[in-house]
Nanobody
Protein backbone atom coordinates (compact mmCIF):
# COMPACT_ATOMS: atom_id res chain seq x y z
CA UNK A 1 0.00 0.00 0.00
CA UNK A 2 1.30 3.42 -0.96
CA UNK A 3 -0.09 6.61 0.53
CA UNK A 4 0.31 9.95 -1.24
CA UNK A 5 -0.53 13.07 0.73
CA UNK A 6 -1.20 16.55 -0.54
CA UNK A 7 -2.65 19.84 0.61
CA UNK A 8 -0.31 21.10 3.28
CA UNK A 9 1.04 24.62 3.38
CA UNK A 10 1.16 27.93 5.19
CA UNK A 11 -2.09 29.44 6.42
CA UNK A 12 -2.89 32.33 8.73
CA UNK A 13 -4.61 31.72 12.07
CA UNK A 14 -8.31 31.19 11.57
CA UNK A 15 -7.81 29.93 8.04
CA UNK A 16 -8.56 26.57 6.46
CA UNK A 17 -6.73 23.81 4.65
CA UNK A 18 -7.79 20.47 3.23
CA UNK A 19 -5.40 17.54 3.26
CA UNK A 20 -5.84 14.60 0.91
CA UNK A 21 -4.37 11.12 1.08
CA UNK A 22 -4.74 8.70 -1.82
CA UNK A 23 -4.08 5.00 -1.30
CA UNK A 24 -2.77 2.83 -4.13
CA UNK A 25 -1.31 -0.62 -4.64
CA UNK A 26 -2.75 -3.68 -2.91
CA UNK A 27 -5.46 -1.82 -1.03
CA UNK A 28 -7.78 -4.73 -0.38
CA UNK A 29 -8.67 -4.99 3.28
CA UNK A 30 -7.99 -1.42 4.38
CA UNK A 31 -10.24 -1.07 7.40
CA UNK A 32 -9.31 2.40 8.59
CA UNK A 33 -7.45 5.48 7.44
CA UNK A 34 -6.54 8.57 9.32
CA UNK A 35 -4.22 11.41 10.13
CA UNK A 36 -1.60 11.83 12.80
CA UNK A 37 0.69 14.79 13.36
CA UNK A 38 4.10 15.37 14.85
CA UNK A 39 6.21 18.33 15.91
CA UNK A 40 9.94 18.13 16.60
CA UNK A 41 10.70 16.70 20.01
CA UNK A 42 7.23 15.29 20.57
CA UNK A 43 5.57 11.98 19.86
CA UNK A 44 3.32 11.52 16.87
CA UNK A 45 -0.29 12.04 17.94
CA UNK A 46 -3.65 11.03 16.60
CA UNK A 47 -5.64 13.74 14.84
CA UNK A 48 -8.56 11.83 13.31
CA UNK A 49 -9.42 8.41 11.95
CA UNK A 50 -12.25 7.00 9.88
CA UNK A 51 -13.24 3.39 9.36
CA UNK A 52 -14.33 1.78 6.12
CA UNK A 53 -17.87 2.03 7.43
CA UNK A 54 -17.54 5.77 7.96
CA UNK A 55 -17.12 5.89 11.73
CA UNK A 56 -14.93 8.82 12.72
CA UNK A 57 -12.84 9.56 15.78
CA UNK A 58 -11.12 12.85 16.65
CA UNK A 59 -8.56 14.15 19.09
CA UNK A 60 -10.17 16.48 21.63
CA UNK A 61 -7.96 19.31 20.43
CA UNK A 62 -9.49 19.29 16.93
CA UNK A 63 -13.12 18.39 17.62
CA UNK A 64 -15.47 20.90 16.07
CA UNK A 65 -12.74 22.31 13.82
CA UNK A 66 -11.52 19.36 11.75
CA UNK A 67 -13.59 16.94 9.69
CA UNK A 68 -12.36 13.66 8.28
CA UNK A 69 -14.06 12.02 5.33
CA UNK A 70 -13.31 9.37 2.76
CA UNK A 71 -14.20 8.58 -0.82
CA UNK A 72 -14.09 4.81 -1.06
CA UNK A 73 -14.39 4.88 -4.86
CA UNK A 74 -11.19 6.96 -5.05
CA UNK A 75 -9.48 5.25 -2.09
CA UNK A 76 -8.88 8.72 -0.69
CA UNK A 77 -9.27 10.23 2.75
CA UNK A 78 -9.59 13.95 3.40
CA UNK A 79 -9.01 16.15 6.42
CA UNK A 80 -10.81 19.48 6.31
CA UNK A 81 -9.14 21.77 8.82
CA UNK A 82 -10.93 24.97 9.81
CA UNK A 83 -10.21 27.64 12.41
CA UNK A 84 -6.54 26.72 12.35
CA UNK A 85 -4.36 27.72 15.27
CA UNK A 86 -0.58 28.02 15.69
CA UNK A 87 -0.73 24.86 17.85
CA UNK A 88 -1.88 22.96 14.75
CA UNK A 89 1.54 23.51 13.18
CA UNK A 90 3.05 20.08 12.53
CA UNK A 91 3.91 17.50 9.93
CA UNK A 92 0.71 15.62 9.16
CA UNK A 93 0.99 11.95 8.30
CA UNK A 94 -1.62 9.80 6.62
CA UNK A 95 -2.05 6.32 8.04
CA UNK A 96 -3.81 3.22 6.73
CA UNK A 97 -4.55 -0.02 8.58
CA UNK A 98 -4.95 -3.14 6.47
CA UNK A 99 -6.46 -6.31 7.88
CA UNK A 100 -5.23 -9.47 6.19
CA UNK A 101 -5.21 -13.12 7.16
CA UNK A 102 -1.79 -12.73 8.76
CA UNK A 103 -2.71 -9.74 10.86
CA UNK A 104 -3.14 -6.01 10.72
CA UNK A 105 -0.56 -4.00 8.82
CA UNK A 106 -0.01 -0.26 9.18
CA UNK A 107 1.23 2.04 6.44
CA UNK A 108 2.33 5.68 6.65
CA UNK A 109 2.61 8.45 4.12
CA UNK A 110 5.66 10.66 3.82
CA UNK A 111 4.07 13.56 5.66
CA UNK A 112 2.98 17.04 4.67
CA UNK A 113 3.85 20.22 6.54
CA UNK A 114 1.13 22.46 7.91
CA UNK A 115 2.29 25.81 9.29
CA UNK A 116 0.09 28.29 11.13
CA UNK A 117 2.22 31.24 12.26
CA UNK A 118 1.62 32.89 15.60
Amino acid sequence: VQLEESGGGLVQPGGSLRLSCAASGRIFGIVAMGWHRQVPGKERELVATITSGGGANYADSVKGRFTISRDNAKNTVYLQMNSLKPDDTAVYYCKADQALVGGVYTYWGQGTQVTVPS
